[in-house]
């Protein structure tokens, strides 16, 4: 217990002092936003950071053009004995418009933080049992796309034990239940004609586009109140006067459960089929991007780091907000043991919106977001402190 503690009182002060260098991180990554699978100057910051300091083995594009990898260590433990990789996830895209509206400046933040501050604390002991090493991994394309999924098709997660990263909010909470995605591509296509002087001629792609649209409508009555289905129409026609030979739209679908999205991707498949039908349009459906699955929960993670953060003065949320949002984090939660917890930045201005961007880029947010890998890398140093824990580990995801 006493090396629990002063490894914890360690990292934080490891942390501590690197205040503005990882404010100046966060702030640089926030001053140019970028979108998903375009990460350049985000991913070259974030390389340049870890470069800086030749304990870390730094591999830019690493599986993907804006994703990087940093690792440090072995440390401790005998020679032979089996090495216990702890991950640290940074995202760093930005959405359309309006910039890091969710703040993932502050989530690469909180992963470089924790990883650094893990790595000052086991630097200071001269004889640690465990084996260590710390793995950063960059991951892009979460808004869009689904980075981490590519990234476990590479192989990144393989060897790597426990996880950690955690996500700005309006609360502080160890863990919300981010439910499971998808998101559907659809194509009308139609038959252009003069819509004033012969419409009769013409297939409308626009019609099969808006009744696709309202079918979905008058599905959600039917709907599990916890299913979720939102979209836009694209791309509605090019002219008044042209009756529309081509039209797209895009949905996301959303379930508690990975498991329920087949049931409603048929629900909602059978709706733009019916418009087509009905207007004697063609239909194109296509699911162009991976499905992100739900957060598995994890309570003996998630146990630690409530209480790692009380010690630093968080307060958790006893009835935590609802949220039916979504990550690629959950897809990872089902090959490794780990956490993704919410911070508080200050401010309750909600994500994705003009006023978070703001507050994302404030040094107000510094303190949380600090704090907050301060706790995640003290819930790494109580597993690598626990030997029960460690036994434990493949084991530590309960559903």
């Known amino acids: 217990m006493e090396k629990q503690k002063q490894m914890k009182n360690t990292l934080q002060l490891c942390i501590d002092k690197l205040h503005d260098k990882l404010f100046s991180l966060s702030h640089d990554i926030w001053n140019c936003p970028e979108l998903a699978c375009n990460e350049t100057k985000a991913h070259d910051r974030l390389v340049r950071f870890f470069s800086e300091d030749d304990a870390w083995r ?18 401790g433990g005998r020679e032979g004995d089996r090495v216990l990789n702890i991950g640290f996830l940074c995202e760093y895209d930005a959405l359309p418009g309006i910039g890091h509206a969710c703040g993932h400046n502050l989530i690469a933040e909180v992963g470089a933080a924790g990883a650094l501050g893990l790595k000052g604390a086991l630097e ?14 960059g991951t892009p394309a979460e808004e869009d796309h689904g980075g981490k999924i590519d990234l476990i098709l590479a192989g990144a997660f393989e060897d790597i034990d426990l996880v950690f990263m955690a996500h700005p909010a309006q609360q502080d909470v160890a863990f919300l239940p981010c439910v499971a995605l998808t998101d559907m591509t659809v194509k009308y296509h139609g ?27 008058v599905l959600r009555q039917q709907l599990n109140p916890d299913w979720r289905l939102h979209g836009i129409i694209k791309h509605g026609g090019v002219k008044p006067n042209i009756i529309p030979a081509y039209t797209e739209l895009e949905f996301y679908l959303r379930t508690p459960l990975v498991k329920d999205l087949s049931a409603l991707k048929a629900k909602a498949e059978a709706c ?36 790692n953060g009380k010690a630093l003065g968080i307060q958790f949320q006893e009835e935590p907000n609802n949220f039916s949002g979504s990550t690629d984090f959950g897809n990872v939660s089902f090959i490794v043991p780990g956490i993704h917890p919410f911070f508080y930045i200050c401010t309750d201005a909600m994500n994705h ?47």
């Open 58 to 75: 730094v591999e830019s594009n690493f599986q993907l053009a804006t994703a990087f990898r940093a690792t440090w260590g072995p440390f």
């Open 124 to 137: 200071n002991e001269s004889d640690f049992p465990v084996c260590v090493k710390i793995t950063v991994l």
């Open 191 to 217: 038959k252009a004609s003069h819509a004033a002087a012969y419409p009769w001629e013409g297939v409308n792609a626009l019609d099969a586009a808006v009744l696709a649209y309202n079918n979905l409508s």
């Open 272 to 307: 733009f089929r019916a418009a087509a039908v009905a207007t004697g349009c063609q239909v194109e459906i296509t699911y162009p991007n991976h499905a992100y699955s739900n957060i598995l929960p994890n309570d003996t993670l998630a146990n630690l780091y409530e209480k």
């Open 353 to 399: 919106t003009e006023e978070y961007t703001k507050a994302a880029g404030s040094e107000k947010a510094q303190l949380y977001t600090l704090r907050t890998a301060k706790a995640l890398a003290m819930t790494a140093v109580d597993v690598l402190c626990c030997p029960d824990l460690l036994t434990q580990k493949a084991n530590l995801v309960v559903v």
